[in-house]
């Protein structure tokens, strides 16, 4: 099976930038779409950004305009471009896809922690 690794995560003040990578082991972002999902401190997991395999990209409204999702299929990685930080972003961030081998599943990385500031 597939393995996720994000990274890039870190402390930062509201207003600032951070950039998050999710790298996998094998060459599997150019078949699936893949996601990026949130989840603050005492709440559920929601969808933050996907990207499909013909780099359609979709955010969740209280990103839009401040976060890009982008895809480098030669090195197997995915990226989420964080600007304009505000302390609501707070959370883990995990990387997401759903790949297919005798059976579809979901692959999801251990989460990166990105900590904003006021």
């Known amino acids: 099976q597939v393995q996720l690794v994000e990274s890039g995560g870190g402390l930062v003040q509201a207003g600032g930038s951070l950039r998050l990578s999710c790298a996998a082991s094998?060459?599997?972002?150019?078949?699936?779409?893949v996601g990026w999902y949130r989840q603050g401190p005492g709440k559920q997991r929601d969808l933050v950004a996907t990207?499909?395999?013909?780099?359609?990209?979709n955010y969740a409204d209280s990103v839009k305009g401040r976060f890009t999702i982008s895809r480098d299929n030669a090195k197997n990685t995915v990226y989420l471009q964080m600007n304009s930080l505000k302390p609501e972003d707070t959370g883990v961030y995990f990387c997401y896809t759903r790949p297919y081998n005798n059976g579809w599943y979901d692959a999801w990385g251990q989460g990166t922690q990105v900590t904003v500031s006021s």
């Open positions: 094998r060459s599997i972002f150019s078949i699936y779409t």
């Open positions: 990207i499909t395999t013909g780099g359609v990209t």
